[in-house]
Structure formats: structure tokens, C-alpha cells
């Protein structure tokens, strides 16, 4: 089973550019998940899809940051424009249901560096 | 809200040592309860889970029992190797489905 693609795995940029990253989950999983992670820290939730639906998006800073999940397979997250406290690893995850005892599946991330 | 605090690290250990990394949660109804592993150059990884109290997850001679009465699940293992040497994050879903996420603890073991 193919894992989870992201692309660009490593992107650097000036501040009040703007970025797009791309996730493709495993076939089948409806769950998508975007995770923050900046260095030192655990991973932050900024938004899930269920399908190509929006289930939560409480603390993706929605000024700056867009997500879209096209068909319900492919997902898109965008800044724009960064600022420098985005520099972190974006991580995308899918699931095959949102129950909780399913295991995510993580993908190797991007990691921006805005300077 | 749902939160998970670990030990504060580094941790720096001998081959063939003894490792606990204390996880405690706070959690409204009955979390499931997870380890994830970071390796080098890797992205995380589930390393082994619990759904309910009591249950014992374990993976690659690692161990975490689910401990309702101390809301806690420390991950154990009896002796560890240079190949183990990663970061190790605690991780509680809720009823929402939500991964929430410890800081993380870098484990490094050497020779």
C-alpha cells in the first residue's frame, strides 16, 4: 500500500510571499488531516476534511492560511502571505474513518523556512 | 479542552538500558490513547495504541498500559537499542476523532 505523498518536502521563502503545499492520501481514506509542527513542539491540528467536507478548522488561521480537499482525495494548503512563525513542518495525515482507535498514517512532511 | 504532558527531555541512554518516558493526559469521556515515533529524517510513525482503560499496547518491545485511575500511559521498554534513538510523542483522540499531541521527547542511545 502506497503511503502518504507530500510534495515539495522542503520549500523556502521571504516573508509575505505565499506557498501551496500538496497531500495525497492512501486510496480509500476519507479522513485528511493537516498538522503544524514547529521545532520543539508536537504536531498541531489546523483543519480535517471528511471527504472533501471541512469537519474542523478552529485554529487554522483562516487570514492567512486556505485548504481545499478537491473530489475528496487530493488536498491543497496555501498561505498566504507567510510570516516568519510559519517556518515549521506541514504534515498531512488520512485515515480510513474518523473513529478514533483507526490509526492515522502520516506523510514525511514539508518543511518551510520563511525568511 | 484535551491535552497531553510529557516528561521534559532530553533523555540520553546506555545500550541494553531500562527506558520510561511518562506520559499523563487530560481528557473529557474515554480517549484512545497512542505512541508515535519520529525517526531521523522520517515522518511520525504509530509506534503502538490503547482504546480503553487497562489495555496494553505494545510494539518492537515497547509497552504503554492505559491507566484510567492515574490518566496516564507511559511507555516502557527493557532494553534499548542505538536504532531506537528518535523523538517519541504521547497522543490522546477524543470523541471528535482529534490527535492531540505531546511535545515530544528525544531519546538518544548510545553504544
Known amino acids: 500500500e502506497a503511503g502518504v505523498a507530500q510534495s515539495p518536502r522542503y520549500k523556502i521563502i521571504e516573508k509575505r510571499q505565499s506557498v501551496a503545499f500538496w497531500c495525497n492520501p492512501i486510496s480509500g481514506h476519507a479522513t485528511l488531516y493537516w498538522y503544524q509542527q514547529i521545532l520543539g513542539q508536537g504536531p498541531k491540528l489546523l483543519i480535517q476534511?471528511?471527504?472533501?467536507?471541512?469537519?474542523?478548522d478552529s485554529q487554522l488561521p483562516k487570514d492567512r492560511f486556505s485548504a481545499e480537499r478537491l473530489k475528496g482525495v487530493d488536498s491543497t494548503l496555501k498561505i498566504q502571505p507567510a510570516k516568519l512563525e510559519d517556518s515549521a513542518v506541514y504534515l498531512c495525515?488520512?485515515?480510513?474513518?474518523?473513529?478514533?482507535?483507526?490509526?492515522?498514517?502520516f506523510g514525511s512532511g514539508t518543511r518551510l523556512t520563511v525568511v | 479542552g484535551n491535552s497531553v504532558t510529557q516528561m521534559e527531555g532530553p533523555v540520553t541512554l546506555s545500550e541494553e538500558a531500562f527506558l520510561t518516558i511518562n506520559c499523563t493526559y487530560t481528557?473529557?469521556?474515554?480517549?484512545?490513547l497512542f505512541w508515535y515515533v519520529q525517526y531521523p529524517g522520517e515522518g511520525l510513525q504509530l509506534l503502538l495504541k490503547a482504546t480503553k482503560a487497562d489495555d496494553k499496547g505494545s510494539n518492537k518491545g515497547f509497552e504503554a498500559t492505559y491507566r484510567k485511575e492515574t490518566t496516564s500511559f507511559h511507555l516502557e521498554k527493557g532494553s534499548v537499542q542505538v536504532s531506537d534513538s528518535a523523538v517519541y510523542f504521547c497522543a490522546l483522540t477524543g470523541a471528535n476523532s482529534k490527535l492531540t499531541f505531546g511535545k515530544g521527547i528525544t531519546l538518544s542511545v548510545r553504544p
Open positions: 495525515a488520512s485515515s480510513p474513518r474518523s473513529f478514533p482507535y483507526y490509526g492515522y498514517t
Open positions: 481528557a473529557t469521556g474515554y480517549p484512545s
Open positions: 476534511f471528511q471527504n472533501n467536507g471541512v469537519v474542523d
